[in-house]
């Protein structure tokens, strides 16, 4: 049966006029009056009075119609699969990125403080007036990695590309950008510094620590950041001058430079561990301003208690916005094409 065409029906709704103009449809049995208007008690009998919604109503019938008849449909389903497929490729691959990030950090556990900040200046160059810098991976570059607001992040950069050789040995749609794996790494440092708490808690026992961190720790928070996979890599390095010396810094340029990317004092606060290898001389520091402490301090409470919920979940929030500083995320990064199964010459 052929399609009913949406377009067919374009010329019975033109200049109609609330109640002066008519539409009659004839059948076998009798003629009716459809009257495209508001309902009328005086309408006879043999008057059909419809509202216009129901009369659109009947145009959605015919567009689907339309549709079914000429294998949109068909289209939409092959669209919903292709999407479902691009889903789990990335999906896949980023779980075997977070596993070698993850045994890299584990054999290397002191470069854990350069993976944070690397991730922290990357994407601190981002400047919001013109919209240029952000978590680029513009941080690999010779002329950046060697500024002074960078000293001491070389070998976490090292550690980054030497991960980034396996992890595009295996990548099926192309190589990881920096701009993601630097991101991720700092994700990775992020999740062993909640490991090793909960292993600290438990005495040390790394058993009852993983048992204690999978219990109550914070796994599930990272979806959004997880989302955010498709960055692009800048092509040279950020311009100079966008990142404080962090060990030098007052707190009130600290301040100023999270305020200046859409953070404030709270995420300041909780990124603590970001600023230095020296975390509890970072917070001394943060004390001392009156906006910040009482962050610092809810903080400090947060990571005295059993899962430390309140400090892992802002940490998650406050990174997964500065990871996204500056990108346009590309959901289709990294996907591939699949060959299709021609069924017709499957041998039964």
Not at 106 to 135: F, I, Q, R, W
Not at 201 to 218: F, Q, R, V
Not at 258 to 274: D, E, K
Request: aromatic residues 6%.
């Amino acid at each position: 049966m052929g399609g009913v065409s949406f377009l067919s029906t374009l010329p019975s709704f033109t200049n109609i006029n609330n109640r002066q103009q008519h539409l009659t449809l004839s059948s076998s049995h009798r003629s009716v009056l459809i009257r495209c208007c508001k309902t009328d008690p005086q309408v006879s009998d043999n008057t059909l009075s419809f509202h216009r919604r129901d009369v659109l109503k009947l145009a959605g019938t015919a567009v689907g119609m339309e549709l079914i008849g000429n294998g949109f449909i068909n289209h939409v389903d092959d669209a919903q699969a292709a999407d479902l497929n691009q889903r789990r490729q990335r999906s896949e691959f980023q779980s075997k990125i977070k596993l070698t990030l993850s045994k890299a950090v584990k054999a290397k556990p002191e470069l854990v403080p350069s993976l944070l900040t690397l991730a922290l200046n990357d994407a601190m160059t981002y400047d919001k007036a013109t919209k240029s810098g952000g978590a680029n991976g513009s941080i690999r570059f010779s002329s950046e990695i060697s500024r002074a607001e960078n000293a001491g992040l070389s070998d976490g950069l090292a550690l980054i590309e030497e991960a980034k050789k396996e992890i595009d040995s295996f990548s099926k749609g192309g190589p990881i950008s920096y701009a993601d794996l630097i991101q991720l790494a700092g994700q990775a440092a992020v999740k062993a510094t909640f490991l090793a708490s909960a292993i600290r808690k438990c005495g040390g026992n790394e058993e009852k620590g993983n048992l204690l961190y999978t219990a109550y720790g914070s796994s599930g928070q990272w979806g959004l950041f997880d989302r955010q996979f498709g960055r692009s890599d800048a092509t040279e390095a950020d311009p100079e001058g966008r990142i404080p010396l962090w060990g030098k810094a007052t707190v009130q340029e600290m301040k100023d430079k999270f305020i200046a990317v859409g953070l404030g004092p709270r995420q300041l606060a909780v990124m603590s561990a970001f600023l230095g290898p020296d975390q509890a001389a970072t917070e001394e520091l943060l004390a001392s301003d009156p906006q910040v402490a009482p962050w610092v301090q809810k903080y400090q409470r947060s990571r005295e208690t059993v899962s430390q919920t309140d400090y892992e979940v802002d940490l998650i929030t406050a990174l997964t916005k500065l990871s996204g500083l500056g990108q346009q995320i590309n959901y289709e990064a990294y996907t591939y094409p699949v060959e299709r199964i021609n069924l017709s010459k499957l041998k039964l």
